[in-house]
């Protein structure tokens, strides 16, 4: 069974503080992603990694990087929060190609102040 | 850049009545389509999936959908749904062009009444 976890479930920041998010997968999956999810947007691709070291980015990488030194963990980071950064964040694996289904984590709820 | 609209944000029924959410995507090449589901506190996850072969894809609990590659559209649906359905849908594109990209539609809340 697929676990994709996430370092916290709640977190709130304060506003130009830097912030980490971490994914940790255990299917040894190549391909992880990073989305926000916001409500009436669904979920906007912030940045994807398909290999240790490699990444690629979204649809909405501004304010936001990524860093892949493990396969198995695949961390977001926010240089600089902001308080249009509140949001939900969600991390996803694959381990094929795009017809391959997604593993989602449970979320981390950041809001900054 | 490919989009995805989802026609209904939020949906209210009672239980056994049929549910169809609407999913329109704005890309012109091969696509892969799929459909999401996240229940009330708990993690996404695959309902169904489209990639090639017959248009109308059986997923879990009950759910179908029709690719109708002429009208861009992938609507999803239950003949009768229950209470347990709750949930926000999603509808997502791959555009085969875009690698391992998805792009989601908006979501749906459905809301199934007792």
């Known amino acids: 069974d697929v676990k994709v976890t996430q370092s916290s479930r709640y977190l709130v920041k304060r506003t130009g503080e830097k912030v980490f998010l971490e994914c940790v997968q255990d299917m040894d999956h190549e391909n992880m992603f990073w989305y926000r999810q916001d409500p009436g947007l669904g979920l906007r691709l912030i940045y994807f990694?398909?290999?240790?070291?490699?990444?690629e980015k979204g649809d909405i990488p501004e304010g936001y990087s990524v860093s892949r030194e493990k396969k198995e963990r695949f961390s977001l980071i926010l240089e600089s929060a902001s308080t249009n950064q509140t949001s939900m964040y969600l991390c996803?694996?694959?381990?094929?190609?795009?017809?391959?289904?997604?593993?989602f984590g449970p979320g981390t709820r950041l809001t900054v102040t | 850049a490919q989009s995805v609209s989802q026609h209904n944000h939020h949906v209210i029924l009672s239980e056994a009545a049929s549910l169809e959410l609407g999913c329109n995507y704005s890309?012109?090449?091969?696509?892969?389509l799929f459909w999401y589901v996240q229940y009330p506190g708990q993690h996404l996850q695959l309902l169904l999936k489209y990639f090639s072969g017959d248009p109308l894809v059986k997923g879990i609990k009950g759910f179908e959908a029709e690719f109708i590659k002429s009208k861009f559209s992938f609507n999803l649906r239950k003949p009768s749904v229950q209470w347990s359905d709750t949930a926000e849908y999603f509808c997502a594109v791959n555009a085969r062009a875009a690698g391992n990209k998805l792009t989601f539609g908006g979501g749906t809340r459905v809301l199934v009444k007792p």
């Open positions: 990694s398909y290999d240790v070291k490699m990444k």
């Open positions: 890309y012109g090449g091969t696509v892969n």
């Open positions: 996803a694996s694959t381990s094929g190609g795009p017809d391959y289904e997604q593993y």
